[in-house]
């Protein structure tokens, strides 16, 4: 029996012209489902293209990705992504984000009243119910990016990925919304993929750490367990043991045996 | 395709000014004293400048155009010569013989049908350009040397194509008005972020949900700046357009006016067609201004 996400020797080569670029190769990875896997690696080594492949926004030039014992070729709400740059629309009301959505997914099987409440609880989720009448250009970068979380778990998704969520945030915004994403996972079990840049992020949210080789050509280079019990208080880890070797075992990694190395 | 935004330096959105959306309660909205001072100051700067200059223009061309052997009525003559024009745009004297203000609504019905379709077809067929590189590559050196062909000149194939005056007219309308349609939506939606096209992939919206929800809010700041440029080239089409059709249009007057050298009259029809273009282009852009609020921020 596969695992509920399983990426088998996963490659991407992308074409253009007769210039062809090797991104990824031969990555394979298993996930279970509620598990919190934080993806880590260098700029440009290709994690973006790898959470692309599992959302089905590309398309895979070698192996397989399988979710539930379905293949994944196509995108669709059942692997709902939170972008970067939030990807808001800009002329809609925080509210009708999310019903776009909540539209597209429940039209069907939920009454107009039941989908309302459904909008506003995973608003309340993120804390942004008080900003449903505001456009995207009238709430701050945080605030975006949670209403971002809240579109995408109103998908109901099997698989969350997240693609540096908190990467544009300040320090304490990025601290309270890792604590949000924290109690979300407790009270709802999903299962998540997230890309970071950010050891302590990393190590602070994640059951597995999968940590990506330089590209061209990038690999999963190594996956760390991050033995911590849940709840997390981050004040108690940051002078944690396991904590501590989990955070240098990263960097490590990350600044000694794959140090990032300019592209010629 | 990841291209960039990149912004056609002959297509730009208009700067449309978004509106303040604050939502303010009812309740909240006190009367406020107003500055008659400070209101009295803002209309006065925006109307003086011009009534100065009108009036400027009008002595030079009255000085010029006095003498016995000039070819061209002075301003004088142009008011005794179409009093009756000028004061009562509304008058009915008989079938032919009616008020320029009527006139005018027979062309701006005519424009309506025939910008009409060119928006509706102009923005469908952009939508269909601008979602295909080659279609791109391939269609718009042809609409760039179309779109550049005066109104008068499509009139014979229009006449020799529909054999009939009356959709002649209109065609020669929708022909002329439809290519900056066309360009401009063709180019806002290769440049729809491939964010939201994402978004769009991961909720499979499908081709009609992507079109209302995403594709056309999206360009809308660029569509409408063609539907601006539009209008404009619809209304100037309206004297060639007129030519052919006779009846009542403010075009048809011009024609008929010269036919019968009533200059003055022509002076007058002139003016009004000034007035109505400005007033159109206004309208086309105080509804993208409104429709566009929020999307020209993105
Ligand atoms: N559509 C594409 N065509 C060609 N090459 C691409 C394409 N998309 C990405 N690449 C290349 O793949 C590599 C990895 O890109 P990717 O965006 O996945 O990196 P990343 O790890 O997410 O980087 P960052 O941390 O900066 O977001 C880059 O070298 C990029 O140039
Ligand atoms: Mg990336």
Redesign the pocket.
């Known amino acids: 029996m596969p695992a509920y996400l399983a990426i088998q020797n996963v490659g991407k080569t ?1 074409t ?1 012209g007769a210039a062809t ?1 090797e ?1 990824l190769r031969d990555i394979s990875l298993d996930i279970a489902r509620g598990e919190f896997v934080s993806i880590i ?1 260098h ?7 790898l959470l692309n492949l599992i959302a089905g926004l590309t398309e895979v030039t070698a192996g397989g990705i399988i979710l539930e014992n379905a293949e994944v070729s196509s995108p669709g709400p059942d692997r709902a992504v939170v972008f970067q740059n939030h990807s808001l629309l800009p002329w809609l009301t925080v509210y009708e984000n999310v019903n776009l959505a909540v539209a597209k997914v429940f039209g069907r099987t939920k009454s107009r009243a039941e989908r309302h409440e459904w909008i506003m609880e995973n608003l309340d989720l993120v804390q942004m119910a008080h900003a449903r009448d505001k456009r995207p250009t009238e709430i701050s970068g945080g605030m975006k990016q949670r209403v971002g979380i809240a579109r995408a778990l109103a998908m109901e998704p099997k698989i969350l990925l997240l693609d ?1 969520p908190f990467g544009a945030l300040d320090a304490l915004t990025r601290a309270h919304l890792q604590d949000q994403m924290m109690e979300i996972h407790a009270r709802l079990g999903n299962t998540i993929i997230m ?1 970071t ?1 950010d050891v302590d992020e990393a190590v602070l949210l994640s059951d597995r750490i999968v940590m990506m080789t330089n ?1 061209p050509a990038a690999t999963v280079g190594e996956v760390l367990d991050v033995p911590l019990s849940r709840p997390r208080k981050r004040l108690e880890l940051a002078s944690d043991r396991t904590y501590l070797k989990c955070r240098e075992a990263v960097l490590k990694f990350l600044y000694e045996r794959h140090r990032f190395v300019e592209a010629a | 395709m ?1 291209l960039p935004a990149t912004k056609d330096d002959t297509v730009t959105p208009l700067p449309f000014k978004a509106a303040p959306a604050t939502i303010v309660p009812l309740g909240a909205l006190r009367p406020r004293p107003i500055d008659i001072g400070a209101v009295l100051r803002a209309v006065a700067q925006a109307t003086v400048p011009p009534l100065v200059v009108l009036a400027i223009i009008l002595t030079v061309w009255q000085v010029l155009c006095s003498s016995p052997g000039s070819s061209l009525p002075p301003p004088s003559q142009v008011w005794t010569d179409s009093y009756e024009l000028i004061v009562d745009p509304f008058f009915v004297y008989g079938s032919q013989d009616i008020g320029l203000g009527l006139r005018v609504l027979t062309s701006l019905q005519r424009v309506a049908i025939g910008f009409g379709l060119a928006a509706v077809m102009g923005v469908a067929i952009g939508a269909v350009i601008g979602q295909s590189v080659w279609m791109m590559r391939g269609l718009d050196p042809i609409f760039q040397i179309l779109r550049t062909v005066p109104p008068l000149a499509w009139l014979p194939i229009s006449l020799a194509a529909f054999m009939d005056s009356g959709p002649s007219a209109i065609f020669v309308i929708f022909i002329t008005s439809i290519w900056p349609v066309i360009i401009n939506t063709a180019v806002g939606v290769r440049n729809i972020p491939q964010d939201y096209r994402n978004v769009a992939a991961v909720l499979r919206l499908d081709q009609r949900e992507f079109f209302f929800k995403i594709m056309v809010p999206a360009a809308a700041p660029y569509i409408f700046s063609g539907l601006r440029i539009g209008v404009g080239l619809s209304w100037l089409a309206i004297v060639a357009a007129e030519m052919l059709t006779g009846g009542v249009g403010i075009g048809f007057f011009i024609w008929d006016a010269w036919n019968s050298s009533r200059l003055s009259d022509i002076i007058v029809a002139l003016v009004y067609i000034g007035l109505v273009g400005f007033v159109l282009d206004r309208l086309v852009g105080l509804v993208g201004a409104i429709v566009t609020r929020g999307t020209s921020a993105a």
């Open positions: 992308f253009r670029t991104v690696g700029s440009g080594c290709g994690k973006s293209t540096e890309i840049h590209g | 990841t």
